[in-house]
């Protein structure tokens, strides 16, 4: 298998500072999408309102090229695109993300939630690692509904962000007001345009879950890896 060297093993006595992205690393993005579809339906059945759906889709097809272009304040861009691209106001834009995207999302989580974290966080703390989540997206009430906790979580729309990843910016921020350094953080995420890109750039150690291999990349496909064996032993 072609991996670098220094991919080969990780000394978690080297590593302070565990950074989780969020969204299809901490959860199964596939099986929350199954509950959404389902609740998206009903609703455009009851209600015979089609409008939100082009509103989600554009906002995130807006959202994936921002983070792409690297665009500042991204997300002031991103609603007034929005906007222009569906005709409808920004109040009501507003209205459907926080629904959709941000709030009902929530109570599925937890059933989605990988297998393993419980202790792998319990783990964490166990050995005495800092725990950060650098996510795109509100991190905080996820954090909650997956009943996990973490000492550090950094989102894209944070003030001193207001990037998107594959930026670094949130992660150097994050590492910054942990008090560490970047030879002693690792990020673990599972897209590597995003998150192992965002980690590269800051001069990080990046871990993709993933169920194939990755060229160039160290991935794991499950929370109880042997990866991690050292920090789930007593
Ligand atoms: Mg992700």
Not at 133 to 138: A, L, Q, R, T, V
Request: hydrophobic letters at 40%; charged letters at 25%; a neutral charge.
């Amino acid at each position: 298998m072609k991996v670098r060297r220094n991919l080969q093993t990780i000394d978690w006595n080297e590593i302070k500072l565990v950074v989780f992205d969020v969204d299809g690393t901490l959860y199964d993005q596939h099986a929350l999408r199954v509950r959404m579809v389902r609740d998206m339906l009903f609703h455009t059945i009851l209600r015979r309102d089609l409008g939100f759906l082009s509103v989600i889709k554009t906002y995130r097809h807006i959202r994936e090229r921002l983070g792409d272009m690297e665009v500042f304040d991204f997300e002031s861009h991103l609603i007034a695109e929005t906007v222009a691209t569906t005709g409808f106001s920004e109040e009501k834009v507003l209205t459907i993300v926080h629904e959709w995207i941000e709030q009902r999302p929530l109570p599925y989580l937890l059933s989605c939630r990988y297998p393993g974290l419980t202790e792998l966080f319990a783990g964490l703390k166990r050995s005495g690692k800092v725990i950060g989540i650098f996510s795109d997206y509100p991190a905080y009430q996820k954090i909650a509904a997956l009943d996990l906790a973490a000492d550090y979580i950094v989102s894209a729309q944070d003030d001193g962000i207001r990037l998107l990843k594959p930026h670094p910016k949130g992660l150097e921020l994050l590492i910054s007001k942990a008090g560490f350094t970047a030879a002693e953080t690792v990020l673990i995420g599972d897209r590597i345009e995003r998150d192992g890109i965002a980690a590269q750039r800051a001069g990080v150690r990046c871990l993709i879950r993933s169920s194939r291999p990755k060229q160039e990349w160290q991935t794991f496909v499950r929370f109880d890896d042997h990866l991690f064996a050292p920090l789930l032993s007593d």
